[in-house]
């Protein structure tokens, strides 16, 4: 039995059939950490859908009625680069859903997993890159409707720029983000994070851990925020077909692991969503997700969660 929650529901495939992003990964992370007894059933909890108030927090209402009549324009799903369906609208909800439940969880217990969503491409008037909806940003704006949170910080570790999160949060001072990713790819146009780190092509796990501990340091100790939503992504590995860095499975499980305990020995929770992963094997990108939990359950161990109380 896991110290914590994940949150998952067998609809959170994306319906893409034979495209690049996996999206069967998500039945398959769920279905191995079941297998491998990493999880027990006892373990999952399937969210409900986000509610069109959330996703108005963040999105426009022309966007978001868009998405849901399936009248977006051919430039629109071209950006999107993903093919419209209605159960792509579902999936994209439902990991919305996921998200919020998730950070939820992460505020009670210590750590709350998301097993999908991620979606840091989207901005709050288009999708672009795989990402329709923002669901990391509607949930921290779903828990600062709650008064819930104060502070958040997005650590974003995709091997692709977040851009929708730097746009979303661009002047909001209540939430920090931090992006390290490979300076030469997808998207063209960076919007600035709080703090981002443009790695070079190919570079290592020595490099990449050099770059990132000494942010997510001084940010947690600086600004102090009450929870950190982390963006785990697979995609800065060796072999990734839409990536450029040399990061091993080993080297990504150590990121995840040490980001983690900065946070928790802190006492700050930690929700975590999956982001992309196209390694040419999908088992490769199934196995560095299911490292991520098994590195929260590490860190979770070590560090017990006390709940603050906030009156
Ligand atoms: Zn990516």
């Known amino acids: 039995m896991l110290p914590f929650k994940i949150v998952y529901h067998e609809k959170y495939d994306l319906n893409l059939g034979e495209h690049v992003f996996p999206s069967q990964k998500f039945r398959l992370i769920a279905e191995a950490l079941l297998k491998e007894k990493i999880a027990s059933t006892a373990d999952f909890v399937q969210p ?7 996703i108005l927090r963040v999105h426009t209402a022309d966007w ?8 977006l324009s051919h430039s629109e799903v071209m950006l999107l680069e993903v093919p419209y369906s209605r159960e792509l609208v579902d999936a994209v909800w439902l990991a919305t859903g996921g998200s919020i439940l998730a950070a939820q969880n992460a505020l ?3 750590f709350g997993i998301n097993l999908g969503g991620g979606f840091h491409h989207a901005y709050a008037d288009h999708g672009e890159g795989f990402c329709a909806i923002h669901d990391v940003a509607v949930a921290i704006r779903r828990l600062e409707a709650e008064k819930a949170i104060e502070k958040a910080i997005v650590v974003d570790t995709d091997v692709h720029h977040g851009n929708g999160t730097a746009a ?4 909001d001072g209540r939430v920090f983000t931090i992006s390290i ?9 960076k919007p600035p994070s709080t703090v981002d780190l443009h790695m070079m092509d190919r570079a290592d796990d020595h490099e990449y851990m050099a770059a990132l501990m000494p942010a997510v340091e001084s940010a947690l100790e600086e600004f102090q925020p009450d929870i950190l939503f982390y963006i785990g992504g697979a995609d800065p590995f060796c072999e990734d077909q839409l990536g450029g860095l040399s990061l091993t499975k080993h080297g990504l499980m150590e990121r995840d692991r040490r980001v983690f305990e900065e946070a928790r020995r802190r006492g700050i929770p930690v929700v975590t969503a999956l982001a992309g992963g196209y390694a040419r094997d999908v088992q490769d990108t199934v196995r560095i997700h299911i490292n991520t939990v098994i590195a929260a359950r590490e860190v979770a161990l070590q560090h017990p969660h006390v709940p603050l109380s906030r009156d």
């Open 48 to 54: 409900p859908p986000a509610n069109d108030e959330d």
């Open 64 to 71: 978001t009625r868009k998405l849901k009549t399936g009248t």
């Open 108 to 110: 009670r217990d210590g």
């Open 168 to 171: 979303i949060f661009q002047n």
């Open 181 to 189: 990713h490979q300076e030469n790819n997808y998207p063209a146009y």
